[in-house]
């Protein structure tokens, strides 16, 4: 995911001075965008899905601090913490936003 991310930003920017589309809009909607996209899916998954990790017997961040990994737990663990989230609801903030986005890109309304 990072390194999708990363792409984005890096290529938008290019883009974006490449044709001179600072001075539009969209490029800024599209910006705010997948500013809330990050919030939200770090607001919505990033502790559920850590806690996963720790309890999967994976590296974990906590807080911002990355740890190394503990002793794995039972599946009952696992499964009862993943019961938590609502992974749908992260694809449709995922997939939906960057759709929105490619949208902007594509038609540049305003």
């Known amino acids: 995911m990072l390194w999708t991310l990363v792409a984005t930003i890096v290529f938008g920017v290019i883009a974006g001075f490449q044709l001179n589309w600072w001075r539009f809009g969209w490029i800024w909607t599209a910006i705010v965008l997948l500013v809330v996209i990050g919030v939200f899916m770090g607001l919505l998954g990033a502790e559920v899905y850590g806690e996963a990790r720790k309890v999967a017997g994976l590296p974990y961040r906590s807080k911002g601090k ?15 913490i993943l019961e938590k989230s609502n992974p749908v609801l992260l694809t449709i903030i995922g997939y939906g936003g960057y759709a929105i986005i490619a949208r902007l890109m594509l038609a540049k309304p305003f």
């Not at 990994?69 to 039972?74: F, I, L, T, Y």
């Open 66 to 80: 990355l740890f190394p990994p503990e002793p794995p737990k039972s599946d009952e663990d696992l499964f009862a």
